[in-house]
Each structure stands twice: as C-alpha cells, then as structure tokens.
C-alpha cells in the first residue's frame, strides 16, 4: 500500500517545485520568496522589504503576511506596514539605496508596496521622486493597488480602467 504524503497549510510557502494551492494574496506572499530564492540561484545575496497601508482593498495581504512571518524571515523579508501609503512608499525608497552602503549586507533589496487607488493618487510624488532616483543593481520595487470601486475603504471610487481594446 502506498503512503500519502503530508499536505500541511505551509506547503505553499515552503515547496520550491511542485503543484501548489493558494489565494491571490498568498500569491504576493510568496513572491518576494521565490525572487530571494531565484536571486540566491544567480549568486545575489538580496533580501526583501515588503510595506503598504493596511486600509488597502488589498488589505488581506498583511494578513497573510503576518502568518508568513517565519517563512519570510528564512528568506531575509520584513514586513513592516505603513501608517499611511506615503509613508510606506519613502521607507521603501530607503530601501533601494542600501546596497550603496559601504557596509551594506545584502547585494540589493527587492520591495514590493500596496495600497489603494487614492492613496496611489496622493504618494505618486514619493513614487515619481524614487523612480527617478532608480534602484540598486540587485534591487527593484512592485506596486501593487487595489480598487475599490464601491468605496468601502476609500472616500472615492478608485478602479483599474482596461487598456484600450485594438481590433
């Protein structure tokens, strides 16, 4: 008789082959893993810095990232959540330029920041001056925003309109 093997809730944060189950937010929970782990493999020693608001359309992916904890401490992520989208965005800009550190620890830091269409709105300023600044080599930052079309964490509709349709 064959034996099955353990299926256990962390599977989809630990298995690095294979079939895996999880939600759109465990999705973005293990992403900054598997870049750690694709950076290890081209020989970068990289960590990770993960920061948004957490009044976010997108709030349950702060909650998936507190159960992660440990799994994102094995790969070298924080996640600190931002009082506030501006906040969260200028922590991160620091963060992409701590490999010019003469005593720096990590060949880079990837980030990754979410929040919602307003607050976008309003820390676009942080976001214009970061980009114009740039990144490490080994570095880079994901935006990520969540709509909220019927304003129920936002004092306006915030939605992703579709590119333009060519026929």
Do not use: C
Request: hydrophobic content about 40%; overall charge neutral; proline content about 5%.
């Amino acid at each position: 008789m064959m034996a099955l093997a353990q299926v256990t809730l962390d599977d989809k944060y630990e298995f690095e082959t294979g079939r895996i189950y999880l939600t759109g937010a465990q999705a973005l929970v293990r992403l900054p893993m598997m870049q750690r782990l694709r950076d290890q493999a081209a020989g970068l020693n990289t960590a990770g810095y993960v920061t948004g608001y957490r009044g976010s359309p997108v709030h349950n992916v702060d909650r998936e990232l507190w159960r992660a904890k440990q799994h994102l401490a094995r790969h070298h992520i924080r996640f600190q959540p931002g009082v506030n989208e501006d906040l969260a965005v200028t922590a991160l800009w620091g963060t992409q330029q701590a490999a010019v550190q003469p005593d720096a620890k990590y060949d880079g830091v990837f980030g990754m920041w979410y929040g919602k269409g307003p607050g976008l709105d309003r820390s676009i300023d942080a976001f214009r001056h970061a980009n114009l600044v740039g990144t490490s080599t080994a570095g880079g930052v994901l935006a990520v925003v969540g709509d909220d079309h019927g304003m129920k964490s936002s004092d306006v509709p915030a939605f992703s309109p579709a590119p333009p349709l060519v026929v």
